[in-house]
């Protein structure tokens, strides 16, 4: 179970890093907002498509949870990345990364506060190696730039969207005894009609970039990929291992990201492989030392 959860949890931080590189390329091509909308559309419509004859089998059971399964849509997934996408417009891409190595720590507390889950030395030495890993590709391997890092309310949007994150992976601990193709399909449809509003704030405010053809491919990849192959495998890692665990992996987002942006032209360099290796080697670490 676990080597299987680890193979899903890497999966899904692969297609999320590929995601940030997607929200660069489309710039210009369709705006953050209607790119959520659209993207959490496809997504549910394709789910409807080919796992019909599972959500029929689950419906009852679907009926009785049907607000909770909706609300994980819209915290997980509308909630954080409407508030990512709104912290990039007055914080730095360094602060958003940083931060966003914050969501394992908030699931460790959350978990602790809420359930006395334990948390042994080894996985805070691996949050702190892999929180560093992330911070060297954050920085381009000039760590010192933290300390002249300044903070705005960017920033505290930012945490705002990390809270939402680390709430999604808690509460998927009581989401119903369905199968996972069922939660996702209901979860994405929460986090559609959460996007409408949104859409409508950009179409108000004269910030909407209605999508061109690369803005349409954009919108179908991040359906297919950044949402429904990542966020089942997610569910799964976290089902697989828990959350403390699975939590961990995040940190992996963005040196996946990092590392994929070099297929776009960027140079190879060292901090790259001594980030990803930091990455590895705390969750390795974590792993290692658990509480059993």
């Known amino acids: 179970m676990s080597a299987r959860s680890y193979v899903y949890l890497i999966i899904a931080t692969l297609c999320w890093g590929a995601n940030a590189v997607a929200g660069k390329i489309a710039i210009g091509h369709v705006s953050p907002m209607m790119l959520t909308f659209w993207r959490w559309t496809l997504a549910f419509v ?14 009852p059971a679907m009926k009785r949870q049907w607000a909770l399964l909706m609300l994980l849509g819209v ?18 891409a ?8 914050g969501i394992p720590a908030l699931i460790f507390l959350g978990n602790f506060l ?30 010192p730039r933290i300390l002249s890092l300044e903070l705005n309310r960017g920033d505290a949007l930012m945490l705002l969207a990390i809270v939402a994150y680390a709430a999604y992976t808690i509460l998927l601990r009581w989401r119903p005894a369905v199968h996972w193709k069922s939660v996702m399909t209901l979860s994405a449809f929460g986090a559609m009609l959460a996007a409408l509003p949104l859409v409508g704030w950009e179409i108000a405010a004269g910030a909407v970039t209605w999508p061109d053809a690369e803005g349409w491919a954009i919108a179908l990849w991040t359906s297919i990929f950044a949402s429904l192959i990542a966020q089942v495998l997610f569910i799964l890692g976290v089902e697989g291992i828990g959350a403390n665990r699975a939590g961990l992996f995040i940190n992996l987002v963005p040196v996946f990201g990092t590392l994929i942006s070099l297929m776009v032209g960027e140079p190879l360099q060292l901090f790259h492989v001594i980030a990803l290796a930091l990455a590895l080697g705390g969750i390795a670490i974590a792993e290692r030392g658990r509480p059993r």
């Open 75 to 92: 915290i997980g997934y509308t909630g954080f990345n409407a508030f990512l996408y709104s912290a990039v417009l007055y914080t730095s």
């Open 94 to 101: 360094t602060n958003v990364a940083i931060e966003q190595a």
């Open 46 to 59: 394709i789910a409807v498509i080919i796992w019909l004859p599972q959500l029929k089998e689950d419906w």
């Open 114 to 143: 809420l359930f006395r889950t334990r948390v042994s030395l080894a996985q805070i030495a691996g949050f702190a190696m892999a929180l560093l890993g992330v911070a060297l590709t954050a920085t381009h391997g000039d760590l």
